[in-house]
């Protein structure tokens, strides 16, 4: 006998990110950073870049944690940076509808980004959450240190591209 209930709705996994990245010097060679935690299970993403800017860094760690999902979730995405969480929580809507234009009317920097993040988060639930960086939240200095070693072995590497990721 079928029964004329709906499928009851499958349940989102809850997944905590933390993001980070950083140059020295800023531009210069750069590294980002992810931790992920699902269920008690960590998995961590760097990358690096040999010549960037802190901003794209910390928009780089963003697009790949939410790029790494594999079905929607609910997420909750701790950063560090203002620029992160203010573009995507309060800028985006006016650069799109301003055809990514700044309210000054000059392009929107990083916009090759700022669409990644938004086509990656797409399909998930995003709490943006800013932490203050270098305050002692261990997970945030966890990232750091993560982004930092990635940017220390790239730029002890004969340089092999664009991006390095692990």
Same mark, same amino acid.
């Given at each position: 006998?079928?029964? =004329?209930?709906?499928?009851?709705?499958? %349940?989102?996994?809850?997944?905590?990110? &933390?993001?980070?990245? /950083?140059?020295? $010097?800023?531009?210069?060679?750069?590294?980002?950073?992810?931790?992920?935690?699902?269920?008690?299970?960590?998995?961590?993403?760097?990358?690096?870049?040999?010549?960037?800017?802190?901003?794209?860094?910390?928009?780089?760690?963003?697009?790949?944690?939410?790029?790494?999902?594999?079905?929607?979730?609910?997420?909750?995405?701790?950063?560090?940076?203002?620029?992160?969480? =203010?573009?995507?929580?309060?800028?985006? %809507?006016?650069?799109?509808?301003?055809? &990514?234009?700044?309210? /000054?009317?000059? $392009?929107?920097?990083?916009?090759?980004?700022?669409?990644?993040?938004?086509?990656?988060?797409?399909?998930?639930?995003?709490?943006?959450?800013?932490?203050?960086?270098?305050?002692?939240?261990?997970?945030?200095?966890?990232?750091?240190?993560?982004?930092?070693?990635?940017?220390?072995?790239?730029?002890?590497?004969?340089?092999?591209?664009?991006?390095?990721?692990?």
């Amino acid at each position: 006998m079928a029964s =004329d209930e709906p499928p009851a709705p499958q %349940t989102r996994e809850f997944v905590e990110i &933390w993001t980070d990245g /950083g140059c020295k $010097p800023n531009p210069g060679p750069g590294g980002w950073a992810a931790v992920l935690r699902c269920r008690g299970v960590e998995r961590e993403l760097s990358g690096a870049a040999p010549e960037t800017t802190n901003n794209r860094m910390e928009l780089t760690a963003a697009a790949e944690s939410l790029e790494a999902l594999k079905r929607p979730c609910t997420v909750v995405l701790h950063t560090d940076s203002q620029y992160l969480r =203010d573009g995507i929580t309060r800028w985006h %809507t006016g650069w799109v509808r301003k055809n &990514w234009r700044t309210a /000054g009317g000059d $392009p929107v920097k990083n916009m090759d980004l700022w669409r990644r993040i938004l086509d990656a988060a797409k399909p998930h639930t995003v709490d943006w959450q800013w932490v203050r960086g270098h305050a002692g939240n261990p997970m945030n200095e966890r990232v750091d240190s993560i982004a930092t070693q990635a940017r220390e072995n790239a730029t002890q590497q004969p340089d092999s591209g664009d991006q390095t990721k692990r």
